[in-house]
């Protein structure tokens, strides 16, 4: 496994550099030439990339040796699915309160939070406490929240609020950064390996390397967009709680009053449009069974003497080239339709994971073919984000998405859960060890999750065959990145 997770990650890399420039040739950039020339968009550009660069690599840096550092600390695996379900669990709990954290103390203020609770998750990291590492587990499930809403929220406060920037050139800044993510994740995982395993420093390393990057985010954050907001203006963010009033006056609508108008507007939309309720069934389906596989890779390729970085890299390697082929696909060569791309990714998926019901057999580990499966399945990823993220953008109202993914994450998480506590039921049953079969079950389930998204997807075509709003129009079926 040595040889071939290194050979694999060369090849990747030369692959999605082969097709960075073929999407390229065929897909010209899509940025507004009145955005790449203003000077004082591109500076607030940059402030922005570079504190969020900084805390989605600090966020990479933790991917490759999470599951490795508890078995390191000696913990069975139905005690390590207990902290990813804490994890999960967390990341449920506190969605309400990353939606309120910054109306209550201000976005710039929130991303600080963030850098301190991610650092506090780090160091949790250098105990071998099973209630501190629950602990670590729920700061983290606390931080990806605010990762995934709070940066984004400040860059299109101060976007459209408050320099009045063009709407069209928000799309600009995200797909630089989601094309910087790509890189950063590989790159991630190449350094996680270089501190774990070539310096010999542990599985803890990671953890520990990517307090100072926080620290860097945070002092950026504290600078640099506190000395923007200064020259902006509207430096406090609360000023979005003001509402206009029939008779000219002002009133304060509470941060929980907004959470709870959306989220009922969001579950009415939901049940109101068969499409949103498929596509919602279609992400629950889908990225429930990713969480499990976060759980799954590594004990499965780890006894083998997989280098977990190497691995992790090869993963998000396969990942990027997907995302470059979904561009290929959808461009003015082929013209292929998004709904297509996203049927492709589902069965891609399923069928990784039926490989790996058969090359995780007890008693007879294939590690190859399940190396090649996480690969396939990391590029039927690749393929399905961008594409279900158009498809979300077609059919659910601007106004009332963040409502509706609300609820998608909430069947979403609560899969994966019942997942995790499945195999941790199962596993403690059997006596845990390499060779139970809770792993080849969990594969199995898994494979049947997707044969359901995958009739969801196809109902969700037949029922829009003819609608507008689930085809491409233009030249390119990129969604919104975020």
Request: proline share 5%; glycine share 10%; with cysteine.
């Amino acid at each position: 496994m040595l040889v071939t997770a290194y050979l694999s990650i060369i090849f990747l890399l030369f692959l999605c550099v082969g097709l960075e420039l073929t999407a390229r040739r065929l897909t010209p950039p899509q940025s507004t030439p009145t955005a790449v020339a203003n000077p004082a968009f591109r500076r607030f550009q940059s402030i922005f990339l570079r504190a969020y660069l900084l805390a989605l690599w600090a966020d990479w840096l933790q991917g490759p040796y999470l599951y490795k550092l508890y078995r390191h600390y000696s913990f069975l695996e139905s005690q390590i699915a207990i902290l990813y379900v804490c994890g999960l669990t967390s990341c449920v709990l506190f969605a309400p309160v990353s939606g309120w954290l910054p109306q209550a103390l201000g976005r710039r203020q929130t991303c600080l939070v963030f850098c301190l609770s991610y650092s506090a998750c780090c160091l949790t990291k250098l105990s071998r406490d099973y209630f501190v590492l629950i602990v670590g587990r729920v700061l983290g499930g606390l931080s990806t929240s605010l990762l995934a809403t709070t940066f984004e929220a400040w860059y299109v406060h101060r976007h459209i609020d408050v320099h009045d920037f063009p709407k069209e050139w928000i799309p600009s800044t995200f797909t630089k950064a989601a094309t910087w993510n790509h890189g950063l994740a590989v790159g991630a995982g190449l350094v996680a390996n270089l501190l774990a395993e070539w310096l010999h420093l542990g599985p803890v390393a990671p953890f520990l390397l990517a307090v100072p990057f926080l620290a860097c985010c945070g002092w950026v954050v504290l600078t640099e967009w506190g000395k923007e907001e200064a020259e902006g203006g509207l430096e406090g963010d609360k000023q979005t709680l003001l509402l206009g009033t029939p008779n000219g006056g002002v009133t304060r609508l509470s941060a929980k009053a907004r959470f709870s108008r959306s989220c009922h507007e969001g579950l009415r939309c939901l049940l109101s449009d068969r499409r949103v309720m498929l596509l919602g069934g279609v992400q629950a389906l889908f990225e429930s069974v990713l969480y499990i596989f976060v759980f799954l890779w590594t004990p499965v390729l780890d006894p083998h003497g997989s280098p977990l970085g190497i691995v992790f890299s090869c993963l998000m390697a396969a990942s990027m080239a997907g995302s470059l082929l979904y561009r290929l696909a959808t461009s003015t060569r082929y013209r292929l339709q998004p709904g297509h791309v996203l049927c492709l990714a589902v069965l891609m998926a399923f069928f990784s994971f039926f490989m790996l019901t058969f090359s995780t057999a007890p008693g007879q580990p294939r590690p190859h073919e399940s190396f090649l499966a996480f690969l396939l399945l990391e590029l039927a990823c690749g393929l399905y984000f961008p594409a279900v993220s158009f498809l979300q953008g077609r059919v659910i109202p601007e106004e009332k998405r963040a409502g509706v993914l609300a609820w998608f994450r909430l069947p979403l998480h609560l899969l994966a859960c019942l997942g995790l506590l499945a195999l941790h039921g199962e596993v403690s049953g059997t006596g845990g060890g390499e060779g139970g079969s809770g792993t080849r079950h969990m594969f199995a389930g898994c494979a049947v999750m997707m044969m359901a998204a995958l009739m969801a997807v196809v109902s969700l075509f037949t029922l829009g065959r003819n609608d507008t709003d689930l085809r491409l129009e233009g030249t390119r079926g990129e969604g919104e990145m975020y």
